[in-house]
């Protein structure tokens, strides 16, 4: 029997960032499932390896695509490879007009993102694949949310086929500032709304994000249409073992991730670290972490180690006596990295705004999780309280549910499902 043919759009399929990682897993273990074609651009750097029965097609970038995203791809990338240099940690070496777009939030100047000036190039090269290729179903990744255009246009053109949108981190309700605005909430209402309408299937990370688009596009969405699907976890760091009985000084935590503005803002846990003695206590921070976020060079109580690799990630938490989650303290974008944190066998240290916090229903009442707020008296509350604690041998989260092997899993029975039309049996929730 011939395999489903399932055609996948993610335009930076390669790069190194979380809704492309996620995708990268998904089609790997969907080799011999499907018959799948991922559509993405040639971002300069190495194509990732596909498996047997999958193929990459590869867009190049146009002149103004090539200037506003392929630059800050490449400089991105180096600045991974030279943990020293950070986010913010621009070379005055480099000038010119390249240099000065890499350094500014360029998204600002454009709707619904930089991705706009590609819209064209991208419609065209998935028009022409899905002639082709002739796919029974497509799933495109919303992120960028430029992409949420291309489901009216799939659908003007090939209507019958099954159109799966997946969105990653929403477009209303997102984090950053400049969304906010009364003018881009607005518009961006309007958008998502018209690509969520086109959809047979919207697939969300996190059931907040499925309760906010019924709240908002209940008129052309219902519960059958969106699912849920957690982000995946690498084994990597559900087979860490687990943690000594004895614990030798200092303390050792790691958090790994980036802080923003009004978002997520370290100075609680900053200020709750200075409260223990420099040989008592250790916090090891990883990830591209802005100049103004770092904690004291100086101090001892801080090693921040930039950003790594996976595999050493999960080095350090093996390492460690507590891991630490600081969720966003507004709106419905759950980090990525809370299905990693619950995933290593360690006490967690939840530290969050309040019940409307993002991640609180996944995270809050968890084995092993202590939940404070973000300020400097409840997080040293929460850390010395672990501290007293014996490490249990093992700690029940439900983690095995968001590896990516069985995400792949979950994700292919719904696709499967949607195909077939049977959809009230096969579809996972």
Excluded at 176 to 195: C, P, T, V
Excluded at 326 to 332: C, E, I, P
């Amino acid at each position: 029997m011939a395999l489903k043919r399932l055609l996948v759009v993610s335009p930076l399929f390669s790069v190194n960032a979380p809704q492309p990682a996620r995708f990268r897993e998904l089609v790997r273990r969907w080799s011999g499932i499907f018959d799948v074609t991922v559509l993405a651009f040639d971002t300069g750097g190495s194509a990732p390896v596909m498996a047997e029965g999958t193929e990459l097609k590869l867009m190049k970038f146009t002149r103004a695509g090539r200037m506003l995203i392929g630059s800050r791809i490449k400089f991105r990338e180096r600045e991974q490879n030279d943990p020293k240099q950070g986010v913010s940690g621009f070379s005055a070496r480099k000038h010119g007009l390249r240099s000065w777009l890499r350094k500014v939030r360029i998204n600002r100047f454009f709707f619904p993102d930089v991705f706009i000036v590609e819209y064209l190039n991208i419609r065209k090269h998935l028009l022409t694949l899905t002639t082709s290729f002739r796919p029974d179903a497509v799933i495109i990744s919303v992120s960028p949310f430029t992409l949420l255009f291309l489901g009216g246009a799939l659908k003007r053109r090939f209507p019958h086929i099954k159109l799966v949108i997946d969105t990653g981190d929403p477009f209303h309700g997102d984090s950053s500032s400049y969304s906010r605005r009364l003018l881009h909430r607005l518009f961006a209402r309007r958008i998502e709304r018209m690509g969520l309408a086109k959809a047979d299937i919207t697939v969300v990370p996190a059931l907040i994000l499925k309760k906010h688009y019924l709240g908002c596009y209940g008129d052309v969405v219902d519960d059958q249409r969106i699912k849920v699907i957690e982000n995946g976890i690498s084994e990597l760091f559900t087979s860490i073992p687990s943690a000594r009985r004895d614990r030798d000084a200092p303390f050792r935590m790691v958090y790994a991730g980036r802080f923003y503005s009004g978002m997520r803002d370290p100075s609680g846990l900053y200020a709750a670290v200075r409260k223990f003695g420099p040989g008592e206590i250790l916090l090891k921070l990883f990830g591209n972490i802005q100049q103004e976020y770092l904690p004291p060079a100086s101090d001892p109580r801080f090693i921040t180690g930039g950003a790594v690799s996976a595999e050493r990630l999960a080095r350090e938490y093996e390492e460690a006596d507590l891991v630490v989650y600081l969720d966003n303290a507004r709106g419905v974008q759950v980090p990525g990295k809370v299905y990693e944190v619950l995933a290593v066998n360690r006490p967690v240290l939840y530290i969050c705004q309040d019940e409307a916090s993002p991640s609180w229903e996944i995270m809050n009442g968890r084995d092993g999780v202590f939940t404070v707020t973000n300020d400097q008296q409840s997080i040293e509350e929460g850390i010395a309280r672990v501290m007293k604690e014996t490490p249990a041998s093992e700690y029940h989260r439900g983690s095995e549910m968001f590896t990516f092997e069985s995400l792949a899993s979950r994700y292919g029975v719904l696709i499967e499902g949607l195909i077939s039309g049977d959809q009230a049996d096969r579809l996972t929730r």
